[in-house]
């Protein structure tokens, strides 16, 4: 139990430092990225993690097998593609294939989202909402990261991710922004923040208000009759 507490914490932090190294490698920069060796070893690590939860959770699993094929993205997803590549074409690797590599390594953001949440969830309705919040607040997040990665170099109207920030949470907000995407990841994130605005505003707008009836019905309670 204590071993597997530890694994957790160690994932948290593995996931955290991910979606750090991929902040450094892309804000400074108005070009799409070249990743550094630092990132490399970065993700190497963290997927080494993943991997070593996957494999611990679905040893503990009461159906291994089952739990393998319900949760192979997470294996998919925790696999070191570009250090292998990079392993065996000396780094040379073509367009294209940086193309997919680009996609496995946003996918692998959202990944480390998941995480992060599965760690934060448990029973009590605060972790819950603390669960939320933080789910809001780190894919709104990423989705700023993917959409400077992709814009920033094409995109006229982008300055900066301070800009690219911004856009997202007006997006996610639903109010909208007057920076518009010209690339199809770009506009893809475009629709996709908005739904999230309107699938999560609610849950905080219904959390908030049973928080004030149960204060009501506590005081009720507690009034002398």
């Not at 530890?6 to 932090?13: F, G, K, M, S, Y």
């Not at 990132?39 to 009461?62: E, G, H």
């Amino acid at each position: 139990m204590i071993a597997s507490n530890r694994l957790n914490t160690l994932t948290l932090l593995a996931s955290i430092a991910l979606i750090v190294a991929l902040s450094m490698e892309i804000i400074p920069s108005k070009e799409y990225v070249v990743f550094s060796s630092g990132y490399l070893t970065t993700t190497l690590i963290v997927c080494l993690i993943y991997m070593a939860d996957f494999f611990v959770r679905m040893s503990a699993a009461n159906y291994p097998l089952r739990y393998f094929w319900r949760n192979i993205v997470v294996l998919l997803l925790s696999i070191p593609y570009q250090n292998i590549l990079y392993w065996t074409t000396g780094g040379h690797v073509s367009h294209d294939v940086s193309l997919i590599l680009s996609g496995v390594i946003l996918l692998r953001a959202f990944l480390a989202l998941y995480m992060i949440v599965r760690w934060l969830v448990g029973g009590s309705i605060n972790r819950l909402f603390t669960a939320y919040i933080i789910t809001l607040v780190v894919f709104t997040y990423i989705s700023a990261l993917i959409f400077y990665e992709y814009e920033a170099p094409v995109n006229t109207h982008l300055h900066g991710f301070g800009n690219a920030l911004w856009w997202a949470w007006m997006n996610v907000t639903t109010v909208g922004a007057a920076i518009f995407p010209v690339t199809a990841i770009g506009k893809v994130v475009c629709v996709l923040l908005p739904m999230l605005g309107m699938a999560m505003f609610p849950i905080f707008t219904v959390y908030v208000t049973n928080l004030y009836n149960a204060g009501l019905t506590k005081r009720k309670e507690q009034s002398p009759q």
